[in-house]
């Protein structure tokens, strides 16, 4: 099906591993973003792509990695996880400005 | 910079009644405004957006929201609730022209009494 998905739905890691949560677009939307959502802050933007191998930093990026070899596909690594990062990480795509920008379903991480 | 203020972070109406959720912006150029709900675990669905033109626009499920510049308000109304309508709010702001970044309120949760 077409449409913008992320895996894994759920996960539960340890302090100081690392994590990647993978997003895929199959729209070959130009710009993608990376959230977090959390309680009394709404959705924070982390990272975000133009173009494939062009990101730029969001309004919380640190302790987060990202790349973007391929238009398609916008993955986002937690390099050492720390209990902050407990969230739900919401994927989104967007052709253009102005533009109607989908999400995808969320990736629910808990870091113990 | 641009900035969403959500007047509310709960807001409960009664089914059949007035839905009126409140949303202020800042931005220094003219901005393209958006509506986002979303219902339990699940991602954000756009409900409505202003680019330019008719300041007043109709989204999907019967909401409408009107954009007022004098007022830097975007709120969001619908005449009837319907228990469905129950979900997350988002209001979220992005400046034209160069700026592609969406910046999002915290969110308005939108109870139905029966």
């Known amino acids: 099906d077409a449409g913008i998905t992320q895996s894994p739905r759920y996960k539960i890691t340890e302090t100081g591993r690392q994590v990647t949560l993978m997003c895929h677009q199959t729209w070959s939307h130009s710009y993608m973003f990376w959230y977090r959502q959390d309680l009394g802050h709404g959705l924070r933007l982390i990272y975000y792509?133009?173009?494939?191998?062009?990101?730029d930093k969001g309004e919380v990026p640190d302790g987060y990695v990202v790349s973007r070899s391929k238009t398609e596909n916008f993955p986002l690594t937690l390099e050492s996880a720390t209990r902050s990062q407990t969230s739900v990480y919401f994927c989104?795509?967007?052709?253009?400005?102005?533009?109607?920008?989908?999400f995808g379903p969320g990736t629910r991480l808990l870091v113990l | 910079a641009q900035s969403v203020t959500q007047l509310g972070s709960h807001v409960s109406v009664s089914e059949g009644a007035l839905v009126l959720l409140r949303c202020n912006y800042s931005s220094s150029v003219p901005p393209y405004l958006f509506w986002y709900v979303q219902y339990p675990n699940q991602g954000l669905q756009l409900l409505l957006k202003y680019t330019t033109g008719a300041t007043l626009v109709k989204g999907i499920n019967g909401f409408e929201a009107e954009f007022k510049k004098s007022e830097t308000s975007f709120h969001l109304t619908k005449p009837s609730a319907h228990m469905s309508d129950a979900a997350e709010y988002f209001c979220a702001v992005s400046e034209d022209f160069g700026n592609e970044k969406l910046t999002f309120g915290t969110g308005t949760r939108l109870t139905i009494i029966p």
């Open positions: 792509s133009a173009a494939a191998d062009i990101t």
């Open positions: 989104a795509s967007r052709r253009g400005s102005g533009e109607t920008q989908y």
